[in-house]
């Protein structure tokens, strides 16, 4: 029998005991990278939010455009998150539990808002509901109005985060699979009790991830919203928006005061995800 070649011999050596330099300037690199590309700039807002004190910094944070702009953001947030919730418990439930024809396409259309752009999401929506658009005349006759308006802000918000939950509870389902449901269906559960007390308990922080990851990308959404809101101060308006409009008018303490809760936000996401990703660490140990 032929033996290897001695380079074949020997078992190859873990990626861990490469030298000591090399793991201290990949490190320092990584640091290097996430301070200047994410820490920096948390620091600045915080830094110019408060450079003329506390009470500028609430002055900016009170003032009626700035209280109309976080009303409008929670409201468009809370009604995306929660219809993007069913949707997604319900899609990946169809999915993971079921054959049907344009099962392919239906997952290949939750990837959809991942490859388009929010800018061109935005401007299908003023095609289809705008003064010109292909819905414009039964619109106009039930005096209905969706762009530059809170429902052109909503689809525009739903469009662009509707994959984030479907997309955190496919995977998980898929490898859980269907055996705990067709038990307890056998053992004389109806579908919707198997559904509360099965599948929705294995799936809670993987559906719980979801909806954080959603909302956060509600809150701080731009390029879709722009083009739908008409930017109209003190209506349509979300807190992005308000932003780019006080920083462009040169009221850059009031535009970083805005924008500081918005970095709180993205702070409370990352110390919830990380949260999360624990219990999830856990379960599928």
Not at 26 to 54: M, N, S
Not at 210 to 227: H, I, K, P
Not at 254 to 265: E, G, T
Request: aromatic share 10%; glycine share 6%.
């Amino acid at each position: 029998m032929a033996q290897a070649p001695a380079y074949m011999q020997h078992s190859p050596r873990p990626v861990r005991t490469e030298p000591a330099a090399v793991r201290i300037v990949l490190t320092l690199t990584a640091l290097a990278f996430i301070g200047l590309f994410i820490g920096l700039p948390l620091v600045t807002v915080f830094v110019e939010a408060f450079r003329r004190g506390w009470g500028a910094y609430v002055a900016a944070l009170v003032e009626p455009d700035a209280l109309a702009a976080i009303r409008l953001t929670l409201l468009v947030a809370a009604i995306s998150v929660s219809a993007n919730l069913v949707f997604g418990v319900v899609a990946a439930w169809a999915i993971t539990k079921f054959d049907f024809p344009g099962k392919s396409l239906l997952i290949t259309l939750i990837d959809l808002p991942f490859s388009v752009s929010p800018v061109v999401a935005g401007l299908v929506f003023v095609l289809l509901f705008g003064a010109q658009g292909l819905f414009a005349a039964p619109l106009a006759a039930w005096d209905v109005k969706i762009i530059f308006a809170l429902p052109g802000i909503v689809l525009a918000t739903i469009f662009v985060t509707f994959p984030f939950v479907a997309r955190e509870l496919i995977p998980l389902m898929q490898e859980q699979g269907t055996a705990e449901e067709e038990a307890a269906l056998s053992l004389g559960a109806s579908g919707l009790s198997t559904f509360f007390r099965v599948t929705l308990p294995n799936v809670k922080w993987a559906l719980l991830y979801g909806v954080l990851l959603c909302n956060a990308r509600a809150m701080g959404e731009f390029g879709a919203v722009s083009v739908v809101s008409g930017h109209i101060r003190g209506l349509t308006n979300t807190m992005p928006l308000h932003i780019e409009i006080l920083y462009n008018e040169y009221q850059f303490v009031a535009s970083f005061a805005v924008a500081s809760l918005l970095a709180l936000l993205a702070l409370v996401t990352l110390v919830a995800k990380t949260i999360l990703e624990h219990r999830l660490a856990e379960e599928d140990r």
